[in-house]
């Protein structure tokens, strides 16, 4: 499921709140950049199985992504939330 700009995102930038919204999507696109560069440099890695459940299981990765928080790890964090999310809308 894709995320679709709402009617509350079309008010805000109707409200001249362009340049915010802007601002925010350049933030998400760079910390997705991120994301990607993460996951290619583990891949290189070898390291595998995030698509299969009996690699990971669902509370593997919620326990990886709690660890990468408290390592204050953000980008590994939110790949390991994209896991998840994908198990569950994927």
Not at 66 to 77: E, Y
Request: glycine share 8%; proline share 1%.
């Amino acid at each position: 499921m894709r995320y679709k700009t709402g009617d509350s995102v079309q008010k805000a930038v109707e409200a001249n709140l362009e340049a915010e919204f802007e601002t925010l999507k350049a933030m998400v696109d760079e910390f997705a950049g991120g994301m990607k560069d993460r996951l290619g440099e583990r891949l290189v890695e070898g390291v595998r199985g995030w698509d299969d459940p009996n690699v990971l299981t669902f509370g593997d990765m919620r326990k990886m992504c709690i660890k990468c928080v408290n390592a204050n790890d953000l980008v590994d964090a939110a790949n390991w939330l994209a896991f998840m999310w994908n198990r569950t809308h994927g």
